[in-house]
Nanobody, 120 residues
Framework: QVQLVESGGGLVQAGGSLRLSCEASGIFFGIGTMGWYRQAPGKQRELVAAITSGGSSNYADSVKGRFTISKDNTKNTVYLQMNSLKPEDTAVYYC??????????????WGQGTQVTVSS
């Protein structure tokens, strides 16, 4: 069983910064792509940023130049540094990870979500 535990959400004024963290815990063979998604009220969940096991990253157009995704493989942790936050960034942010189990079967996991609220 694998758990993704997120932290770092909160309330911030427009123009401010937050850093989200997501640690994968449990017993598994390896971790592949990890990413951050967000879901605002009344909207569909959308990809914010993702990073592969090799370190390649991609971003939603709306956050390019403001958000940076990174990871620490030794800690099985992915980070999302969010700068120049805007009210439209307000959403629940979810961590997602592709995990290879001990049987070499691929699984996909979601975190519980962390609220980010940006006030104007």
């Amino acid at each position: 069983q694998v758990q993704l535990v997120e932290s770092g959400g909160g309330l911030v004024q427009a123009g401010g910064s937050l850093r989200l963290s997501c640690e994968a815990s449990g017993i598994f063979f390896g971790i592949g792509t990890m990413g951050w998604y967000r879901q605002a009220p009344g909207k569909q969940r959308e990809l914010v940023a993702a990073i592969t096991s090799g370190g390649s990253s991609n971003y939603a157009d709306s956050v390019k130049g403001r958000f940076t995704i990174s990871k620490d493989n030794t800690k099985n942790t992915v980070y999302l540094q969010m700068n120049s936050l805007k009210p439209e960034d307000t959403a629940v942010y979810y961590c997602n990870a592709d995990v290879t189990g001990l049987s070499r079967r691929l699984y996909n996991y979601w975190g519980q979500g962390t609220q980010v609220t940006v006030s104007s």
